[in-house]
């Protein structure tokens, strides 16, 4: 394995001179470009290609393609209340859970020696299976169907454990390019997810070793480094962040395309109005890279979620119809909707995945990232039964919308109430280091002992080995 040491400052030389020789229109067009190949000349190209493949490929193209079709078979085929299918996608997200099982699988319990690629392998397996049983059988039973959907996310959940304990574990080798990393990974979600939506409503109106041993080390090292108030007291700001932002996108949804309280979108529309979204986490990627990744994560945080409560009014202005009063078309106002929303939501969601990533300690990353997200994912899915919950209580149901607006009301003020709870996030900049010093200095030991190469590198380089 060639030294990283020794290429270090002749690769930011050749990238410097690169960027320099280019100015201009066309200095922009190449910036991106020697951006990515500074990063896959550190971090080798196979780790570029996964983040591309799972994040770009698999959750943004297949996830924008699976959300919309899944909308409207819930609603169309399965003929369910928003409610009821705001509670089935909660259980779809089940899998994002339990993440640190998969963490855990990844991190100590290889297959025929290797640690990443037979989880690939089988996410990818598992999540074709799945979606294959569910299009082949046009009357499937709902508790069979919903089946199905939590497999073929458990296949998704599965690649991105995989995936983030790759980025995680660079992040701990090159910490000065975590952010960048995550911009590489928020990026290639975003551009996959544009392309996803943009199809997706014409898609979907066509074709309608030691293993106990070193399971209880890792289990220990998790639960001593989740002790430390450093790191749970940002995974608590985590999980409410999201918990108390009740998710109501399924009652919004059918508001949309119902023929007589709502604007009546057809499916080509929904399909392009979504396909803005990931325009707005392009820019919020963007931002945060040239812009904000430098802030401490608390100041990006308190901005992030009050904007997030500010901008969920303009859902309520839709749904009042007060968009019409100042000329403002249904199309064109949804559309500045969703725009600005996932904008919004990028970027407090960025500094919360750097924070993740800075806070993992050296030989479990995989599991202890994954643990984090499963938090995160926790929040998400007591977002979307709360939501559910609520839409329920002020009865919103598939051609009721009277108090939908209520519930939006209610959602927006919930948003900003995490910002009571900022101060359990720390000021330090992205490049601090939050770990305790016992666990720095475990970290420090594990790696003078590890010679291993992160496992996407192997993709490339087994043949010597085997």
């Known amino acids: 394995m060639v030294e990283e040491e020794n290429l ?23 910036t991106p470009i020697y951006w990515i190949k500074m990063l896959a000349t550190e971090m080798h190209w196979s780790f570029v290609l996964g983040v591309v493949i799972v994040y770009g490929i698999s959750q943004g193209l297949g996830g924008a393609l699976a959300r919309v079709g899944t909308q409207y078979y819930m609603k169309d085929v399965q003929k369910v209340q928003p409610s009821e299918a705001q509670v089935y996608a909660g259980i779809t997200s089940l899998p994002w859970i339990v993440k640190p099982l998969w963490g855990l699988l990844t991190d100590v319990l290889p297959i025929f020696g290797y640690r990443r690629r037979p989880y690939f392998i089988l996410a990818g ?38 995936i983030d304990a790759c980025v995680a574990q660079n992040s701990i080798c090159h910490p000065s390019l975590a952010s960048d990393m995550q911009s590489l990974c928020s990026l290639c979600s ?66 949309y395309t119902d023929s007589k309280a709502g604007p009546s979108f057809s499916q080509e529309t929904v399909g392009f109005v979504l396909s803005v979204g990931p325009v707005g986490s392009i820019l919020a990627a963007i931002l945060y890279q040239n812009s904000l990744k430098d802030y401490p994560f608390q100041d990006v945080l308190f901005w992030a979620q009050l904007l997030s409560g500010l901008s969920g009014m303009l859902d309520l202005l839709l749904v009042l119809r007060l968009n019409l009063k100042f000329g403002i078309p249904d199309f064109v106002a949804l559309v500045i909707d969703e725009g600005i929303s996932r904008m919004v939501g990028q970027l407090k969601w960025m500094p919360l995945l750097v924070l993740s990533s800075r806070l993992c300690p050296s030989g479990i990353e995989g599991t202890f990232f994954a643990l984090l997200m499963s938090i995160d994912n926790a929040g ?13 209580i002020l009865k919103v149901t598939r051609t009721q919308f009277h108090n939908l607006w209520l519930a939006i009301l209610i959602r927006n003020i919930l948003r900003i109430t995490p910002l009571c709870v900022i101060f359990l996030v720390p000021r330090g900049d992205p490049d601090t ?17 590890e010679a291993e190469n992160i496992e996407l590198v192997a993709l490339v380089n087994s043949i010597d080995a085997r």
Do not use: Q
């Not at 270090?8 to 690169?18: G, L, S, T």
């Not at 979606?131 to 991105?160: N, P, R």
């Open 8 to 30: 270090e400052a002749p690769k930011e030389a050749v990238i410097e001179d690169e960027s320099e020789s280019k100015k201009g229109c066309c200095g922009c067009l190449w």
């Open 125 to 162: 397996c598992l999540g074709v299976f799945s979606m294959l049983l569910l299009s082949m059988h046009e009357k499937l039973h709902l508790v069979f169907a919903v089946s199905a959907l939590t497999a073929s996310s458990a296949g998704i959940a599965i690649a991105d454990v995989t």
């Open 190 to 255: 975003a551009i996959g997810a544009l392309i996803g939506y943009s199809i997706s409503g014409i898609f979907v109106h066509l074709i309608g070793p030691k293993v106990n041993l070193k399971f209880l080390d890792a289990g220990k090292a998790m639960w001593t480094t989740l002790k430390f108030p450093l790191v749970w007291r940002p995974c608590l700001y985590m999980y409410l962040s999201f918990a108390v932002s009740l998710n109501i996108h399924e009652g919004l949804f059918y508001w």
């Open 380 to 392: 998400v899915l007591s977002s979307s039964w709360g939501g559910g919950l609520l839409l329920h």
């Open 433 to 449: 280091s939050f770990l305790p010093a016992e666990l720095e200095s475990k970290e420090e030991t594990a790696e003078a002992s």
